[in-house]
């Protein structure tokens, strides 16, 4: 499938991908999202051309190795979106509350993406994310 598919690069602003495990809805409300959050990874435009691809097939990769371990039960998918801004990735999990579980994918998913140690990302509570005032939204947890 991944071969006849678009690549997300040439995607137009606004469109995206999501790939959840059978019976998990993309969205917040979900019962198997609702108590969940996702690792966010930003992207500047620049980016688009040099890294989104590469991270985007990694991510998916993840997915359907069970790369994550232990806690691979817990990923509950992932989401790309293309925006004229910057692009997201983002690997949802089903529950906030499992701090090792959480900890674990953000670090093995940083890992994977071949990200700088000194470049930090957050862990965003759906929870949080949904009742945000402004567009920041608070990270529950960084690796």
């Known amino acids: 499938m991944y071969n006849n598919i678009q690549p997300a690069s040439k995607?137009?602003?606004?469109?995206?991908?999501?790939v959840f495990k059978d019976g998990i809805e993309p969205?917040?409300?979900?019962?198997?999202?609702?108590?969940?959050?996702?690792?966010?990874?930003?992207?500047?435009?620049?980016?688009?051309?040099?890294?989104?691809?590469?991270f985007?097939?990694?991510?998916?990769?993840?997915?359907?190795?069970?790369?994550?371990?232990?806690?691979?039960?817990d990923v509950?998918?992932?989401?790309?979106?293309?925006r004229a801004k910057g692009d997201k990735i983002?690997?949802?999990?089903?529950?906030?509350e499992n701090a090792e579980a959480v900890t674990y994918i953000g670090r093995k998913y940083k890992?994977?993406?071949?990200?700088?140690?000194k470049l930090v990302i957050g862990y965003q509570a759906h929870a949080d994310t949904?009742?945000?005032s402004n567009s920041l939204t608070k990270n529950k947890f960084v690796v």
């Open 130 to 132: 949904a009742t945000k």
């Open 111 to 117: 890992e994977t993406l071949g990200l700088p140690a």
């Open 27 to 54: 969205m917040w409300e979900d019962r198997s999202n609702k108590c969940g959050g996702r690792w966010l990874i930003t992207l500047s435009k620049q980016q688009r051309h040099t890294e989104l691809d590469r």
């Open 90 to 96: 983002a690997v949802w999990t089903t529950n906030t």
């Open 76 to 82: 509950c998918g992932a989401v790309i979106n293309v």
């Open 56 to 73: 985007w097939r990694e991510t998916l990769l993840c997915l359907i190795g069970e790369g994550f371990g232990p806690y691979s039960r």
């Open 11 to 18: 995607l137009s602003s606004g469109c995206d991908y999501s």
